[in-house]
């Protein structure tokens, strides 16, 4: 079973440009959170979907960043209009439900690395 | 809301030393506590969680965490460091909320001196 599976790896953008991170979940997961890591800080909770909802955007900057995840395919990030302070690791997470006490285990990808000149 | 603190951002052991690293939360319900660990450019990897169980968890890798309700702590500790534990780990809570978002500390980066 493929753990979570994110692309690209590494992006270079210029500033202006748009950036997409792509995640596919675990299989049977339909849970899937992103988070953010600024250097030298803690991962920073952007949003949390499910298949074609968002339920919670209360991490996400309120502009120019937007997150989907439809039904077929992966949850997409889109980061509109870069600028330098977007430079960071994102990463994605999904779990098969939202109860931590459980079996609810958060599963991490390697993250997509973004780099804005 | 809840929240984690992790006192020191960067401890360094020698290799067969006690690993120690603290973490406190502050929560206004029983929390589930986590512990991930993190190598170079890649993702995190749960090393232990807290789930009101046993206040002694034992985790992957030798590692193990008590819960300390009392002084509101979940510290890391091993008894005997190895090379391969240099990483960075990362304290969690879960928010207990219908969402099951986690929320990290800062982080704590390991190094290990031979």
């Known amino acids: 079973n493929a753990g979570v599976m994110q692309n690209p790896r590494h992006l270079v953008r210029r500033r202006g440009q748009e950036a997409r991170l792509r995640c596919s979940p675990m299989?049977?997961?339909?849970?899937v959170y992103w988070y953010r890591q600024l250097p030298e800080e803690g991962l920073k909770f952007m949003v949390y979907?499910?298949?074609?909802?968002?339920?919670?955007e209360s991490g996400m900057p309120k502009e120019r960043f937007s997150a989907e995840f439809p039904k077929e395919g992966p949850s997409i990030l889109r980061i509109q209009q870069v600028v330098r302070g977007d430079s960071a690791a994102y990463f994605c997470?999904?779990?098969?439900?939202?109860?931590?006490?459980?079996?609810?285990?958060?599963?991490f990808g390697e993250g997509s690395r973004l780099t804005v000149l | 809301a809840q929240s984690v603190t992790q006192l020191g951002s960067h401890v360094s052991v020698s290799e067969g030393a006690l690993v120690l690293l603290r973490c406190n939360y502050s929560?206004?319900?029983?929390?589930?506590l986590f512990w991930y660990v993190q190598y170079p450019n890649q993702g995190l990897q749960l090393l232990l969680k807290?789930?009101?169980?046993?206040?002694l968890v034992k985790g992957i890798n030798g590692f193990e965490a008590e819960f300390k309700k009392s002084e509101t702590s979940f510290h890391l500790t091993k008894p005997s460091a190895h090379m391969s534990d240099a990483a960075e780990y990362f304290c969690?809570?879960?928010?207990?909320?219908?969402?099951?978002?986690?929320?990290f500390g800062q982080g704590t980066t390991l190094q290990v001196k031979p």
């Open positions: 997470a999904s779990s098969l439900t939202v109860d931590r006490g459980l079996t609810g285990e958060l599963f």
């Open positions: 299989k049977g997961h339909s849970h």
């Open positions: 979907l499910q298949k074609e909802n968002i339920i919670d």
């Open positions: 929560s206004s319900v029983p929390p589930y």
């Open positions: 807290y789930t009101s169980a046993a206040t």
């Open positions: 969690a809570v879960s928010d207990k909320s219908n969402t099951g978002k986690l929320i």
